[in-house]
């Protein structure tokens, strides 16, 4: 059984800064893509980066420069640093899990594995 569970949210200011973690257990392994989504209320589930099997990352235009991907394989683990952050990156964060993605990667009915959500509040 696949699990994925995230962690690391929180409340900060504005131009603050967090680290989500997302522990995958279960087959989930290095070679899945590990994609992390963001949903705010009353808008759709939003893609906002991917890491692939061979480490390469994408980033929603709205993060980049601010957002980063990365994975431990040793701790099956897969982290999301995020800095200068604004009141509008306010949403429940999930990470998500598929075996060689096909599709968009920003769109969430392509991944059939997630994890739980932490909720991640920017003030201003």
């Known amino acids: 059984q696949a699990r994925l569970e995230a962690s690391g949210g929180g409340s900060v200011q504005s131009g603050g800064s967090l680290r989500l973690s997302c522990a995958a257990s279960?087959?989930?392994?290095?070679?899945?893509?590990m994609g992390w989504f963001r949903q705010a209320p009353g808008k759709e589930r939003e893609g906002v980066a991917v890491?692939?099997?061979?480490?390469?990352?994408t980033y929603a235009d709205s993060v980049k420069g601010r957002f980063t991907i990365s994975q431990d394989n040793a701790k099956s683990t897969v982290y999301l640093q995020m800095n200068s952050l604004k009141p509008e990156d306010t949403a429940m964060y999930y990470c998500?899990?598929?075996?060689?993605?096909?599709?968009?990667?920003?769109?969430?009915?392509?991944?059939?594995?997630w994890g739980q959500g932490t909720q991640v509040t920017v003030s201003s």
């Open positions: 890491i692939n099997s061979a480490g390469s990352t």
């Open positions: 998500a899990a598929k075996y060689r993605l096909s599709g968009n990667w920003y769109e969430a009915n392509n991944y059939p594995t």
């Open positions: 279960g087959y989930i392994n290095s070679r899945y893509c």
